[in-house]
């Protein structure tokens, strides 16, 4: 009896064995293995270190910015272009204007570098204006992408919307304060201007407001219609940074 036990068992299980294999034979004619399947499964992005994985997010982002604009893009397209879930995503950015938010920052970063640059060297107050506007106007159009996310293409996001360049830089983590940093090398300028014994028409913020204006109209205009047959380039700078100055203060 235990011996014809043992007899079907051993039938049974090659029975199993059998029928497993012809599923698999089947299966793979079909397109169904579990290495075919597998392949077919999209996989998202192992978890990578913190600013690296940041990096990635701030690339997707400015380039569905640029593709689809800042309005019209989501948490989950981002997510989806860097290959993350959009949970995953927010372990890093908090919401859309937070990622809007670093891009700007780490552009006026480099700004902010060039400005200092020239801050630094002994010139007086007005060279030091036309020295600033000119650097302000060769980085937009040598940036033009960075600068349509940051000047032309986005609402101000909230934390930033009210305070602008008046922003408190104390902190340089608050929202919006290099921004607000750089605008402050313009007004220091200005307010040098004023030491020095030259009259303003206007407060010193009012004054770099009106210079930032002028140099601003003229990297939007050459961002937006690179093919308008505009005069030289080299004219327009060196003839907008002179409006920028001597528009504000004639005697400059």
């Not at 909230?158 to 902190?171: K, N, Q, Y």
């Not at 409006?243 to 400059?252: C, D, I, K, Q």
């Amino acid at each position: 009896m235990t011996r014809r036990l043992e007899f079907d068992m051993n039938s049974v299980n090659l029975a199993v064995i059998t029928y497993k294999r012809a599923r698999g034979r089947q299966g793979d004619e079909m397109g169904f293995s579990s290495k075919a399947a597998a392949t077919k499964t999209p996989s998202r992005k192992a978890r990578g270190e913190g600013h690296t994985r940041r990096d990635e997010i701030l690339a997707a982002a400015k380039a569905l910015f640029l593709e689809e604009g800042v309005r019209a893009t989501t948490i989950r397209r981002i997510a989806e272009r860097v290959g993350v879930s959009a949970p995953a995503l927010y372990l890093y950015f908090k919401d859309k204007d937070s990622i809007l938010i670093e891009l700007c920052d780490r552009i006026f970063a480099r700004l902010l570098a060039r400005l200092e640059e020239i801050e630094r060297e002994p010139l007086p107050a007005g060279q030091r204006l036309r020295r600033m506007g000119e650097a302000y106007i060769r980085f937009g159009l040598e940036h033009p992408d960075e600068y349509r996310i940051t000047f032309l293409e986005a609402t101000a996001p909230e934390p930033v919307r009210f305070t602008g360049h008046r922003t408190d830089t104390s902190d340089l983590s608050r929202p919006g304060a290099k921004g607000a940093l750089v605008f402050s090398k313009i007004v220091q300028v200005y307010e040098a201007v004023a030491k020095e014994g030259t009259r303003l028409p206007y407060p010193p913020v009012t004054c770099a407001e009106l210079s930032f204006l002028a140099c601003h109209g003229l990297v939007a205009a050459l961002i937006a219609e690179p093919d308008f047959p505009w005069s030289d380039r080299e004219t327009l700078i060196r003839g907008m940074v002179e409006a920028s100055v001597r528009g504000v203060v004639p005697t400059l």
